[in-house]
């Protein structure tokens, strides 16, 4: 019998063992499926260039999300020449859109339609301008993760007719697509088959040695079996020369424990919109503390005002907060109250319109300089304070006003935020009135009784 058959039935009753323990409740802790271990026949591809040594501790991350389809030209080139303003945001990692071929068969022209897991979508560059673009923004200072979709494939990619029974089937042994969803373009993958996930592992190790990337965003992580997740990443974090990062579009707590340092803010979002629509500003650390209270430590949420996802169906930021200026005071909330923000290609400089990221829209990223200046603001201003990324939090009731305190050591930051499209005079509470710094105007600035703040204004204050 060859190797691979026999490692492949060692890998598939050790699932069986791990899986049927877990049931009878014979562990205490996380279950822990077996780090994949290459057969003697599988090799990992030869490591491209050199591991990236700066890849930012978790709570030091500002993420900006690259849709190559808004660059022009719309492929790695056009991405990497806007990797200097990308940088000068104050990014320190870049999330690449799905890179891979997409498939046709069935197809609606979605990213995340994989035919090829080891492939590059063509019309982007090549293995080497890919190379280019990430060994470019190593060289800036950003770290680059892929995003991974591990759900499903298209319907001609090769697993379908090479591994049939990788893939969910009905009662008459056709593939389906993912249950539950209306997904249609794409196979549902079966995580029941341990040949499967070891082939899905190999290909996520493969661009880490290949183009040199620093970690995956994982799609619909809630999904995926955890054990999967375990499984993945406990084999990834074998690659020792590596320090990986990993994001999972998801909000379950076993996805911390299984690996992830990062998760989605989903609830945030939704709750910071309809403040901003006019609802109860109370809402807003109401969602924070139990979205923070779901998470394991050191968990941590990714904090946004859009992403590829929410500016097709949701529109624009100019549209959701009211404006340019709604826009930038719903991010230094987003920034600033806990977590770590997300930035969104296209959100910087005020596109006014819905994307649909199946398709090319190319964006003028020469739009709203006062905007892209405003977000450097904020963003400095966060990377100088410890206070604003891992403070203790003090939030401060107003029906308009989102107000709040963070305190690390010495270092004392208040944000003040009006969320209206009103002027309003602020009853400034007690205990932040008093002599404090303007943290954008250097500027000295004495908190009164009272407080008159502009429409959709924001204030941040240092002792």
Excluded at 65 to 75: C, L, M, R, S
Excluded at 304 to 326: F, L, M, P, R, V
């Amino acid at each position: 019998m060859e190797i691979r058959t026999v490692k492949s039935q060692i890998n598939t009753l050790l699932l069986f063992i791990i899986l049927a323990g877990s049931i009878l409740g014979c562990s205490k802790s996380k279950p822990v499926p077996p780090v994949v271990t290459p057969p003697a026949t599988y090799t990992d591809p030869a490591q491209y260039g050199t591991p990236y040594a700066s890849v930012p501790a978790s709570t030091d991350i500002v993420m900006y999300e690259v849709n190559i389809q808004t660059f022009t030209p719309a492929n790695f080139q056009g991405v990497e020449a806007r990797l200097d303003s990308i940088k000068a945001l104050g990014v320190n990692v870049i999330w690449l859109m799905p890179t891979y071929p997409i498939g046709v068969l069935k197809s609606v022209g979605s990213p995340y339609c994989v035919m090829n897991y080891e492939g590059v979508n063509a019309n982007f560059g090549t293995l080497d301008d890919l190379r280019t673009l990430v060994a470019q923004a190593h060289a800036l200072g950003m770290a680059v993760i892929m995003d991974w979709e591990a759900n499903d494939t298209s319907w001609d990619n090769a697993w379908i007719t090479q591994h049939p029974n990788w893939y969910q089937q009905n009662s008459s042994g056709n593939i389906i697509y993912p249950p539950g969803t209306t997904y249609t373009d794409v196979a549902a993958l079966n995580f029941n088959n341990a040949d499967m996930r070891i082939a899905m592992i190999r290909a996520m190790k493969y661009w880490i040695f290949t183009a040199n990337v620093d970690g995956y965003r994982c799609d619909f992580a809630d999904n995926i079996p955890n054990d999967f997740w375990v499984q993945a990443l406990d084999t990834l974090n074998t690659i020792k020369t590596h320090k990986l990062i990993y994001l999972a579009e998801g909000t379950n707590g076993a996805e911390i424990t299984a690996g992830f340092q990062l998760g989605y803010a989903f609830s945030f979002y939704s709750t910071l919109k309809s403040v901003f629509a006019g609802g109860q500003v109370s809402t807003l650390f109401t969602t924070n503390t139990a979205e923070l209270a779901s998470l394991p430590s050191p968990g941590i949420k990714l904090r946004y005002i859009t992403n590829h996802d929410d500016a097709s169906s949701d529109g624009s930021t100019i549209t959701e907060y009211g404006g340019k200026q709604g826009a930038l005071a719903a991010f230094v909330i987003a920034a600033y109250m806990d977590g770590v923000p997300l930035i969104y290609s296209s959100q910087e400089v005020g596109y006014p319109n819905a994307i649909n990221f199946f398709t090319t829209v190319p964006v003028n990223y020469a739009a709203n300089p006062d905007m892209v200046a405003a977000y450097k603001k904020i963003l400095a201003f966060r990377a100088a304070h410890a206070a604003v990324k891992t403070g203790a939090l003090t939030t401060y009731a107003d029906p308009s006003i989102v107000a709040f305190e963070k305190i690390s050591g010495t270092d004392d930051v208040v944000t003040l935020v009006n969320t209206t499209n009103s002027t309003v005079n602020y009853s400034v509470p007690s205990a932040i009135q008093g002599a404090w710094t303007d943290g954008l105007a250097n500027t000295s600035v004495t908190l009164s009784a009272q407080l008159s703040l502009a429409p959709y204004q924001y204030i941040i204050l240092k002792k």
